[in-house]
């Protein structure tokens, strides 16, 4: 096997033989094998678009990241070149270049988690050369060189890096007002000391005039003096009036921003008063009003609450007496009654005792027969001899009650049988 390369591919030779013939030619030594092969691996530079979608950065926030790289495969290194063969012969230049697609692919996934999105929106250059380092140490044993990558695009979906975005905006904003501030405050002290020095020249140049003129004046002559005595009172006067000019203007300055400053005061408390009137009208005798009412309410209330509570008192006291009243009358008739019965009693003695018996014969009658009446259902069970049917329900009914004057004698002592017989005693 030899290699042949050219500018954009290189042509691999391979082939088999027991006793291969041996061909020399301008100093070059061919092996011509007796079955050989052709095959062609290239060698142009491959431009490959790196995407990684939605890949989380080492704080959790999912971004996509674009970069281009240029990639190739190294004719000029034997090493990489056989290392290339063995990889890729066969492969077309459309698998090649996936291949190296998706290594890169997976080593900027890899890079990308481990920084933060500021570390790679901020800087994209340490972003760039670390995808580059790794990607080339892996892609070289592929026989693949990485002539370059760079870093295209970074977007997401959550508008983080439109929020840094803003972030650095405003600083830069903030930055910039604060560097035009300090320029006119540089500038204001630069053109104020201009001024100072400007006024101090001329205040120096006005001395020295000064001076000029003293010395021409003392030589002038002695009598002089009174003209400058003179002179110099009237300009202090001058200077005074001035001073007091500027005192006066003062003083009227001050005293307008005094005034001012009271009429303001009045407008306020003249507003303050105009609200608490306001709310007078709206809000407090709304509410007097409103409660005056609602206590007159709970006074009738209340008043008619206590008329009906006497009135029920009234009533139940009424009640009470009438039922007393009745009670007692028919207690006192109950009492009467008893008087009466008692009387009767000691009158016919034996003769009361059994008409009371009498009268409540038939109720002993009821209370023996009751529970026949209020059977639904009767079973008789015969011997074979006597009365069947209702028959025999009824005269077990009048035997009981033949032997009722008996149980009446044993219970009271009473002869029902032997009182018939004998005369009324009276008291």
Known sequence: MFFTCGPNEAMVVSGFCRSPPV???????????????????????????VKSEKVYTRHGVPISVTGIAQVKIQGQNKEMLAAACQMFLGKTEAEIAQIALETLEGHQRAIMAHMTVEEIYKDRQKFSEQVFKVASSDLVN??????????????????????????RTAQVQKDARIGEAEAKRDAGIREAKAKQEKVSAQYLSEIEMAKAQRDYELKKAAY???????????????????????????E?????????????????????????????????????????????????????????????????????????????????????????????FQLYQE????????????????????????A????????????????????????????????????????????????????
């Open 252 to 344: 009227q300055r001050v005293q307008v921003q005094v005034v001012e400053r009271s009429q303001q005061v009045a407008v306020q408390e003249q507003e303050i008063a105009r609200r608490e009137k306001e709310l007078e009208a709206r809000v407090r005798k709304p509410a007097e009003a409103e409660r005056y009412k609602l206590e007159r309410l709970a006074e009738a209330e209340k008043s008619q609450l206590i008329m009906q509570a006497e009135a029920e008192a009234e009533s139940v006291r009424m009640r009470g007496e009438a039922e007393a009243f009745a009670i007692g009358a028919r207690a006192r008739a109950e009492a009467e009654q008893m008087a009466k019965k008692a009387e009767a």
């Open 23 to 49: 061909m020399v030619a301008g100093g070059r030594v061919f092996v011509l094998p007796c079955i050989q092969q052709i095959q062609r691996i290239s060698l142009n530079t491959l431009t490959l678009n």
């Open 142 to 167: 592929m026989g693949i060189s990485v002539v370059s990558y760079t870093l295209k695009d970074i977007h997401d979906d959550q508008d983080y890096l439109h929020s840094l975005g803003k972030a």
């Open 376 to 427: 639904k259902k009767i079973t008789l069970v015969s011997s074979g001899s006597g009365a069947m049917g209702a028959a025999k329900v009824t005269g077990e009914v009048l035997d009981i009650l033949s032997h009722l004057p008996e149980t009446v004698e044993r219970l009271t002592g009473v002869s029902i049988s032997q009182v018939n017989h004998k005369p009324l005693r009276t008291a």
């Open 224 to 250: 002089d003096i009174e003209v400058n005595t003179r002179r110099a009172q009237a300009d202090l006067a001058y200077q005074l009036q001035v001073a007091k000019t500027k005192q006066q203007i003062e």
């Open 351 to 374: 003769a009361a005792q059994l008409d009371m018996l009498l009268e409540k014969l038939p109720q002993v009658a009821e209370e023996i027969s009751g529970p026949l009446t209020s």
